[in-house]
């Protein structure tokens, strides 16, 4: 009997198709599509304009910031990220350093993305000698949704990386 239930479980292994969390993307132009809105939000950035971020956003996404903020919306996103960008980020490069792409769905996708942000000064962009924060990495996480054939940042999430804490991950 423990034969059968073992013969089923590997029958049933080569039959089933492979889980949709572990899909990539098809074909190079398919990937360089999903990187795109992400490549685009790193260049509003480095340029501290998001003027075009309806290029690249869904008119809903919603951003969480590595400090708690949760902005909802285009034009509170917008709004928030130019704030900030006309003020404490106003000199801070941000550098891509990892990207991970993977499909959830034909018309959804995960990507992380581990950038490294150079130095900012909170919270008014001026440095006081003691303010200064940045020069360090954090993990992005986009949701990405397929909208008439393109590809959209629906979500943003930002978590600073703790390097002490990240020396001692038990799966590196």
Same mark, same amino acid.
């Given at each position: 009997?423990?034969?059968?239930? =073992?013969?089923?479980? +590997?029958?049933?292994?080569? *039959? +089933? %198709?492979?889980?949709?969390?572990?899909?990539? %993307?098809?074909?190079?132009?398919?990937?360089?599509?999903? #990187?795109? %809105?992400?490549?685009?939000?790193? #260049?509003?950035? &480095?340029?501290? &304009?998001?003027?075009? =971020?309806?290029?690249?956003?869904?008119?809903? @996404?919603?951003?969480?910031?590595?400090?708690?903020?949760?902005?909802?919306?285009?034009?509170?996103?917008?709004?928030?990220?130019?704030?900030?960008?006309?003020?404490?980020? #106003?000199?801070?490069?941000?550098?891509?350093?990892? *990207?991970? @792409?993977?499909?959830?769905?034909?018309?959804?996708?995960? @990507?992380?993305? @581990?950038?490294?942000?150079?130095?900012?000064? %909170?919270?008014?962009?001026?440095?006081?000698?003691?303010? #200064?924060?940045?020069?360090?990495?954090?993990?992005?996480?986009?949701?990405? *949704? !397929?909208?008439?054939?393109?590809?959209?940042? $629906? $979500?943003?999430?930002?978590?600073?990386?703790?390097?002490?804490?990240?020396?001692? &991950?038990?799966? !590196?």
């Amino acid at each position: 009997m423990k034969y059968c239930y =073992l013969a089923l479980l +590997l029958l049933s292994g080569t *039959l +089933l %198709p492979p889980a949709r969390g572990q899909n990539r %993307p098809d074909s190079p132009t398919e990937a360089a599509a999903l #990187r795109a %809105p992400v490549e685009a939000c790193i #260049r509003s950035w &480095n340029e501290h &304009n998001y003027g075009n =971020l309806d290029t690249y956003t869904t008119a809903d @996404v919603d951003w969480v910031t590595n400090v708690g903020m949760w902005w909802r919306g285009r034009e509170a996103v917008s709004q928030a990220l130019q704030a900030y960008h006309q003020g404490m980020f #106003r000199q801070t490069s941000l550098r891509s350093e990892d *990207l991970s @792409v993977r499909l959830t769905t034909p018309l959804t996708a995960v @990507v992380h993305q @581990v950038v490294f942000i150079g130095p900012y000064y %909170p919270p008014d962009g001026v440095d006081q000698e003691y303010n #200064r924060q940045g020069n360090n990495q954090a993990m992005i996480t986009y949701g990405l *949704l !397929k909208q008439q054939s393109r590809w959209l940042i $629906s $979500s943003v999430q930002v978590t600073d990386i703790n390097p002490a804490a990240a020396a001692f &991950n038990p799966t !590196k």
